[in-house]
């Protein structure tokens, strides 16, 4: 299933789950993050946002991705 968002912290976290970019493309001013789940989960969108229990994660990990994501987008 894939997924696209321009929200680099829902991005950050799709990967940190377990999601894997595929490439990130511009989409006007911001840019827009495909990833693919393997798992085809539903719901991811819905946890994330609304703070379920099972959308937490080891927060160093989430803030590497931010960083990767960050540099990716820069270089």
């Known amino acids: 299933m894939n997924i696209q968002t321009t ?31 393997a798992q085809n989960r539903t719901n991811l969108k819905d946890s994330f946002f609304n703070e379920r229990p099972e959308s937490a994660v080891v927060g160093l990990k989430f803030a590497n991705a931010i960083r990767n994501l960050k540099t990716l987008i820069h270089s």
């Not at 680099?8 to 789940?37: H, P, R």
């Open 7 to 37: 929200d680099l912290y829902y991005a950050a976290w799709l990967q940190v789950i377990g999601c894997n970019m595929e490439t990130i493309t511009n989409s006007g001013t911001k840019k827009l993050f495909i990833l693919t789940d």
